[in-house]
C-alpha cells in the first residue's frame, strides 16, 4: 500500500526562555483552571520542567485517564491530546497549538486502513499510538513503542497482524516476537521523518567517535537494524547496544554506570536522561533529530492556553467510543511505564 508521507514540515519555531516569572503564572493559572500540565519527554526542557507530569506516550496516557482535573493541558502533539480526550471524555484536553500534528500518524488515514483490513480478512490490527482518532477506531489494539512487543505476543499464533505505520518499530517487534513479516505480520510502509534521519551512517560515525560509548537507540529508528548490525560484527559489544523505548531508555539510564551514553532519538529525550542520571554523559547520535511538531509547543503558547482556554481538543463522540477499546486494551496490556515511572515536574 502507498504511504501518504508529507512532503512538507512546519519549521521549529525558536524563542527565547522565558522570564522566570513565566512559571508562576502558569502554574497559577493551572490551578485555577483545575488543570494538569502533561508534557511529553519530546517537548523544550523549560515546558517539561513546568509540567506536572513529564512522560512518553504510555505513561501519559495512563495519567490522562487517572488524573481528578477537569482539565488536561497536553503539552505534546495532536494524537496525544487525541487519545486523552477518547479515554476522558468528560474532562477538557486542550493542546497548546491544535496544528502540532505527527509525520508519521499522517502516514495513514482511515480510509488506507480499511482497504487495507479488506486485503487481509481476519487479521489483528495493532496501531501504534502515533496514530488519529479515526485509525484507532478501525483499530483491534493499540500500542506504544513501550508494549508493544507484548501487544504483538499477546494474538494468538496463526492470527495475522496488520502492524501500523510504522516499519521500523514494526520490523523490531516481528524480530521479538518471531513473526515472519509478509506472513504473520505485515507492516504498514510508515515513518517518522525525524527518526527516519537517524540513520546508519550517522549512528556509525557516532560509535566511531566514542567508541567507549554504551548506545541506546529508539525503535522507529532508521539506524536500529545498523545497531545491531554493529553488535554483531563485534564493532561494539552486544551487551552496551540496547533497542529501547523513551520509557525504556530512562530506565536504562538510571542503572547506567558508564561515562557517556549515546542516544538515538529525538534530542528532547536528553532533558530527561540527564535529570535521571548526572554523573553519566549522553549525547546524541544526531544533534539535529528536532522534532518540529513538538516544538511548535512554545513558552509563549502553553501561557496562551492556560489564560484563553485554547486549543480545545475536540473527537466526535462516535470515533472515540470505538476507539476507546483499542487504546484501553493498550493501557492494561504491557510493561507499566505509567505514573510510576513518569517523572513528575520538580515544582508542584
Ligand atoms: S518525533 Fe516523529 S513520531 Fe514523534 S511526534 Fe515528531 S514526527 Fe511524530
Known amino acids: 500500500?502507498?504511504?501518504?508521507?508529507?512532503?512538507?514540515?512546519?519549521?521549529?519555531?525558536?524563542?527565547?526562555?522565558?522570564?522566570?516569572?513565566?512559571?508562576?503564572?502558569?502554574?497559577?493559572?493551572?490551578?485555577?483552571?483545575?488543570?494538569?500540565?502533561?508534557?511529553?519527554?519530546?517537548q523544550l526542557p523549560v515546558v517539561q520542567?513546568?509540567?506536572?507530569?513529564?512522560?512518553?506516550?504510555?505513561?501519559?496516557?495512563?495519567?490522562?485517564?487517572?488524573?481528578?482535573n477537569a482539565e488536561i493541558v497536553f503539552c505534546g502533539v495532536h494524537f496525544m491530546a487525541e487519545t486523552a480526550k477518547i479515554l476522558s471524555p468528560d474532562k477538557r484536553v486542550l493542546i497548546p497549538d491544535a496544528a502540532?500534528?505527527?509525520?508519521?500518524?499522517?502516514?495513514?488515514?482511515?480510509?488506507?486502513?480499511?482497504?487495507?483490513?479488506?486485503?487481509?480478512?481476519?487479521?489483528?490490527?495493532?496501531?501504534?499510538?502515533?496514530?488519529?482518532?479515526?485509525?484507532?477506531?478501525?483499530?483491534?489494539?493499540?500500542?506504544?513503542?513501550?508494549?508493544?512487543?507484548?501487544?504483538?505476543?499477546?494474538?494468538?499464533?496463526?492470527?495475522?497482524?496488520?502492524?501500523?505505520?510504522d516499519r521500523h518499530l514494526g520490523a523490531h517487534v516481528a524480530r521479538l516476537t518471531g513473526r515472519v513479516v509478509g506472513r504473520d505480520i505485515h507492516l504498514w510502509d510508515g515513518q517518522?521523518?525525524?527518526?527516519?534521519?537517524?540513520?546508519?551512517?550517522?549512528?556509525?560515525?557516532?560509535?566511531?567517535?566514542?567508541?567507549?560509548?554504551?548506545?541506546?537507540?529508539?525503535?522507529?529508528?532508521?539506524?536500529?537494524?545498523?545497531?545491531?548490525?554493529?553488535?554483531?560484527?563485534?564493532?561494539?559489544?552486544?551487551?552496551?547496544?540496547?533497542?529501547?523505548?523513551?520509557?525504556?531508555?530512562?530506565?536504562?539510564?538510571?542503572?547506567?554506570?558508564?561515562?557517556?551514553?549515546?542516544?538515538?532519538?529525538?534530542?528532547?529525550?536528553l532533558h530527561q536522561l540527564r535529570r535521571a542520571n548526572a554523573g553519566v554523559r549522553f549525547d546524541p547520535v544526531d544533534p539535529w533529530a528536532v522534532c518540529p511538531y513538538m516544538k511548535m509547543i512554545t513558552p509563549s503558547r502553553v501561557l496562551t492556553a492556560l489564560r484563553e482556554g485554547r486549543d480545545e481538543v475536540q473527537v466526535d463522540p462516535a470515533v472515540a467510543a470505538r476507539a476507546r477499546g483499542a487504546v484501553e486494551r493498550m493501557i492494561a496490556l504491557g510493561s507499566p511505564t505509567g505514573p510510576k515511572t513518569a517523572t513528575t515536574g520538580g515544582a508542584r
Request: with cysteine.
Open 1 to 42: 500500500m502507498a504511504t501518504t508521507r508529507p512532503t512538507s514540515f512546519p519549521v521549529w519555531i525558536h524563542e527565547d526562555d522565558p522570564a522566570p516569572e513565566w512559571a508562576d503564572e502558569v502554574r497559577a493559572l493551572a490551578r485555577q483552571r483545575d488543570a494538569v500540565i502533561l508534557a511529553h519527554n519530546y
Open 100 to 165: 502540532a500534528g505527527c509525520s508519521l500518524a499522517a502516514t495513514i488515514s482511515a480510509d488506507q486502513l480499511r482497504a487495507w483490513k479488506a486485503e487481509h480478512p481476519g487479521a489483528v490490527v495493532v496501531a501504534y499510538v502515533n496514530t488519529t482518532a479515526e485509525v484507532k477506531a478501525e483499530s483491534d489494539l493499540c500500542c506504544t513503542s513501550s508494549n508493544a512487543v507484548d501487544v504483538v505476543a499477546s494474538v494468538p499464533d496463526g492470527t495475522a497482524v496488520l502492524f501500523l505505520p
Open 192 to 269: 517518522c521523518h525525524v527518526h527516519e534521519d537517524i540513520g546508519g551512517e550517522v549512528l556509525e560515525q557516532a560509535v566511531a567517535d566514542h567508541p567507549e560509548a554504551d548506545v541506546l537507540v529508539h525503535p522507529e529508528c532508521a539506524c536500529a537494524t545498523s545497531a545491531l548490525a554493529l553488535a554483531a560484527s563485534g564493532t561494539i559489544g552486544a551487551d552496551r547496544v540496547r533497542i529501547v523505548s523513551t520509557g525504556g531508555m530512562l530506565d536504562e539510564a538510571r542503572r547506567a554506570t558508564v561515562d557517556r551514553v549515546l542516544v538515538a532519538t529525538e534530542v528532547g529525550m
Open 49 to 68: 520542567d513546568v509540567a506536572d507530569h513529564v512522560g512518553d506516550s504510555l505513561a501519559l496516557a495512563r495519567i490522562a485517564a487517572q488524573v481528578p
